[in-house]
């Protein structure tokens, strides 16, 4: 059985700790799964099985099962699945370059490390408008704040 069954168990860990809900320990073995196994085989080879993934689906499948958690997580720990989304794709970049895989555009073959950043690229946003929805209204900028942060005295 390989380690990707161990990623949504740790994943949900993340939200028994105090916000905001991560851990050196926590963050470095859930990115170790994602870099272990962005090209690992999941499911079996049954070609009638719906649930069947190749290896070059289980970058798709990490960036999917983090992005899930993430929608789910509570405004609390947000900011902690963030932290292990940055440590991941932090460490793909690095596998990535010495693999020689090229990190522009969305050429990279499927199960590829740089195919994982770029998931994570697109995906960021959609990350980052969900901590703004949540975040406590006193830590929003409000568009006066935006507007004069940038005039200088």
Known sequence: MSQIQDLEPLLKSLEALKPPGAS???????TQICVDNITVRL?????????????DQSDSTIAQKLYSHFKRTPATHKLGVLYVIDSITRRWI??????????????????S???????????MPSFVDDMIRVAPQDQKVRENDRDNSSIKT
């Not at 499911?43 to 290896?55: I, K, R």
């Open 24 to 30: 050196k320990s926590k963050i470095a073995s859930i």
């Open 43 to 55: 499911g079996s080879v049954c070609q009638s099985s719906p649930n069947f993934l190749t290896s």
């Open 94 to 111: 690095e596998q990535a370059r010495q693999a020689g895989q090229e990190l522009s555009g969305n050429s990279a073959p499927a199960g």
């Open 113 to 123: 490390y740089a195919s994982g950043v770029h998931k994570m690229t697109e995906l």
